[in-house]
């Protein structure tokens, strides 16, 4: 017996999710998002100790980002990075559930990055992207700089040494940077923007107000960004609305964004 061909994506369940506009939620994240490092850590929640596993034990494809050479925007390996792709269990969980969704249609999720080495976030939130800006935005005073810093990076710890009530998101194990891609032949559904673009672009509702029904680059990333929200939503994790591809469950962001009273996740266990 020949192998179902896969559904195509304007029909069944996940066309009406591609359908689905999401612009209100964004902004309900927005608004609420704030100052999430300051959220209580619940330490006696049951998943507190969720252990940390290699999503590829469950079946979630993915590489490393930040370990690669052609890794636009960086094309470099980045110090300290890691080829592992590691999460909390329950998230892990999450994540299969949401492949069992995509498989009628031959269709994965593709990670490029969770839990996230302290040297890696320092690196990026301390000197790439402020050596970036300074270059490409020499206009920025340091207040302004700063501002466009943690719009896309999180604070890391200063020597290395994380504040267990104030973990920066990728250090948690609940926080993952991923997109959608076609099974058999690896290609990516085209989101709009590259990964780890930090402009607009990756905000993502950045295709929500499209009115030109003539822009097929805009439908399709308005659609794709939409499937991939609503499906991540569905077993709920939260998404970071500066950035289509960073969804989370049991983090501070996740926390403040779903208002849950407390946040599960400290920093993760080895
Ligand atoms: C820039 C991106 N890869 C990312 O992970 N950003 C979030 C906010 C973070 O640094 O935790
Ligand atoms: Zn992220």
Redesign the pocket.
């Known amino acids: 017996m020949s192998p179902a061909r896969p559904l195509r994506l304007s029909d069944g369940p996940l066309a009406a999710l591609r359908a689905r506009p999401l612009a209100a939620e964004v902004a309900i994240a927005t608004a609420r998002k704030g100052d999430y490092r300051a959220h209580p850590i619940d330490q006696a929640h049951a998943l507190h100790a969720d252990p940390m596993v290699d999503l590829a034990e469950y079946g979630v494809a993915g590489a490393n980002h930040y370990h690669a050479t052609h890794n636009p925007p960086y094309h470099a390996d980045i110090t300290g990075s890691i080829p592992a792709l590691r999460a909390r269990r329950s998230v892990a969980q999450r994540l299969a559930r949401v492949n069992d969704r995509l498989a009628a249609y031959g269709l994965e999720i593709w990670v ?2 969770a839990w ?1 080495p302290i040297a890696v ?1 320092n690196h ?2 301390d000197h790439w992207m402020p050596d970036y800006l300074r270059r490409a935005r020499p206009e920025l005073d340091a207040a302004a700089l700063q501002a466009e810093v943690t719009r ?3 604070k890391g710890a200063p020597g290395g040494r994380i504040d267990p009530a104030s973990p ?3 250090a948690t194990g609940g ?1 993952v ?1 991923l997109t959608l891609r076609d099974s058999a032949s690896g290609a990516h559904l085209f989101m709009g923007s590259i ?2 673009d ?1 402009t607009a672009l990756s905000n993502t509702d950045a295709f929500e107000a499209t009115d030109d029904a003539m822009s097929f680059s805009a439908l399709e990333a308005r659609d794709n960004r939409r499937l991939l929200f609503w499906l991540m939503a569905g077993e709920g994790l939260a998404n ?1 609305p ?2 289509w ?2 969804f989370s469950h049991g983090d501070q ?1 996740w926390a403040r964004i779903t208002g849950a009273r407390a946040a599960l996740f400290g920093p993760a266990p080895p």
């Open positions: 490029f990055d996230r976030q990026f939130h896309y990076w999180a920066p998101p990728h926080a940077d990964f780890d930090v970071n500066t950035e591809w960073h962001m």
